[in-house]
């Protein structure tokens, strides 16, 4: 088999519900591609559902480990991986009938694969209301042309487009030349990997079409309100400013406060939500509060409340969301 353009890779782990229509949506590419499928020591049947589908497919290679978890077993993916370029699909979501085909074309219309690092393409946010799918396509907006890698960053931390895996079709070279894999995190591994690829990358082509549906379970664990939601935006803050520092790059230390302050109000009402003292939600209001003295510059009145002091950055960096997250508030 010759060197595939793409590798699709499927972390799985104890998801068969939702499985088999990743599955069905991967088998109607037609372009120039392989999957390969981690099986992270799932206790249901989805290893067996993945092993099915494989059997008669050549293009896909099924491996089986005892549970790592998320960080690990996509490393794992990236080591038995062969193509040019290294695709994440989540196994509850699914890709559009013509992914491979439209990657391979916007590749193919700027150049060559040596032109072209990155790969950035929309998705729609689908949720299962009522037995019923609902579609709502993401915010996110990129021109249609090439831009530097590092523009993009610039995008990520102005929160104008995410930074989630699945998001982006990046070349394995620079995984493997930058050595840059993802951390062992519960959470936001994503956060913490794709913005150091990009910024190592030359070029990226953007494209707004809709090509990956990202399915939102109620039950999934990155939505519920957890302890670790919230203590890991510190690691990951922290990780930011070290790459960044590393790179001396203070530039983008400042760009991050909108990202952060994002983030910031994100962990606010992740606490509100979790069950637990107001003793030790006074202990997590407190590191958020060093968060803003850390990272923010001016002031505000120090009888506010915590809340109106993240209100009130979010106005000086982004009025709109201001706006709209008060009138959540209230």
């Known amino acids: ?3 595939p353009l793409f590798s699709i890779i499927i972390a799985v782990y104890n998801i068969e519900d939702y499985l088999q229509k990743c599955l069905d949506s991967i088998d109607k590419q037609v372009n120039n591609y392989e999957v390969v499928i981690i099986d992270d020591g799932s206790t249901d049947s989805s290893g067996t559902i993945c092993d099915k589908w494989a059997s008669k497919k050549n293009y896909v290679k099924v491996f089986h480990q005892s549970n790592q978890g998320i960080s690990a077993t996509r490393n794992n993916g990236i080591q038995y991986s062969k193509g040019e370029y290294i695709v994440f699909v989540d196994p509850d979501d699914w890709i ?4 491979t085909k ?3 074309e916007l590749v193919e219309a700027n150049g060559t ?3 072209v690092d990155v790969i950035a393409y929309n998705f729609a946010l689908v949720s299962n209301l009522s037995g019923t799918f609902n579609y709502v396509e993401s915010g996110d907006a990129y021109p249609k042309h090439l831009v530097s890698g590092e523009e993009v960053v610039n995008w990520i931390l102005d929160t104008k487009v995410g930074n989630y895996a699945w998001q982006y079709a990046i070349k394995r070279n620079i995984y493997i030349e930058h050595s840059i894999r993802f951390p062992k995190m519960v959470l936001y591994e994503d956060a913490a990997t794709i913005f150091r690829l990009i910024f190592f990358s030359k070029s990226v082509i953007c494209t707004n079409r809709v090509l990956y549906n990202y399915f939102q379970r ?8 957890t302890l670790s939601r919230t203590t890991e935006y510190f690691n990951l803050f922290e990780q930011m400013d070290n790459f960044f520092h590393e790179h001396n790059r203070p530039d983008l230390i400042a760009r991050s406060k909108e990202y952060k302050l994002m983030r910031l109000l994100s962990a606010y009402l992740n606490i509100i939500r979790l069950n637990m003292s107001k003793r030790e939600k006074k202990k997590y209001y407190k590191k958020i509060r060093h968060a803003i003295t850390v990272n923010f510059v001016i002031e505000p009145h120090r009888k506010m409340t915590l809340i109106k002091e993240l209100l009130f950055y979010m106005h000086l960096f982004k009025p709109m969301a201001y706006i709209h997250d008060w009138r959540i508030s209230r």
């Open 1 to 3: 088999m010759n060197k």
């Open 96 to 99: 559009e009938d013509d992914f």
């Open 102 to 104: 439209t990657l391979q």
């Open 113 to 115: 694969v040596k032109k």
């Open 218 to 225: 109620d039950e999934s664990f990155s939505h519920k309100a």
